[in-house]
Nanobody, 124 residues
């Protein structure tokens, strides 16, 4: 069992930045590929970014490529999502998730554990 707790969300103006964190507890964090997803009001949950177990491989949704950076610190059992140049359309609840796979993808079925989410609101 893995418990995931997101933090770092909030209200920010368009063009601003936020750094989301996801702290993991339970089983060995480095055994899991990690992903960030988001769900905007009235929309389905969508993939944002994924990172391999070691952190050496990363993948991003086209909508955030160049503006977001996913990283992890296995010593701290934490995965991060640095978001820059935020837009109002980035407004959503952001979730982190853990997958028992080396290279996690956008396929939500790969992920075994999910956090409760943190709200990000970007004002225009």
């Amino acid at each position: 069992q893995v418990q995931l707790v997101e933090s770092g969300g909030g209200l920010v103006q368009a063009g601003g930045s936020l750094r989301l964190s996801c702290a993991a507890s339970g089983r060995t964090f480095s055994a899991y590929g990690m992903g960030w997803f988001r769900q905007a009001p009235g929309k389905e949950r969508e993939f944002v970014a994924g990172i391999s177990r070691s952190g050496g491989w990363k993948t991003y949704a086209d909508s955030v490529k160049g503006r977001c950076t996913i990283s992890r610190d296995n010593a701290k059992n934490t995965v991060y999502l640095q978001m820059n140049s935020l837009k109002p359309e980035d407004t959503a609840v952001y979730y982190c998730a853990a997958a028992v796979t080396t290279f996690p993808t956008a396929n939500q079925g790969e992920y075994d554990y999910w956090g409760q989410g943190t709200q990000v609101t970007v004002s225009s």
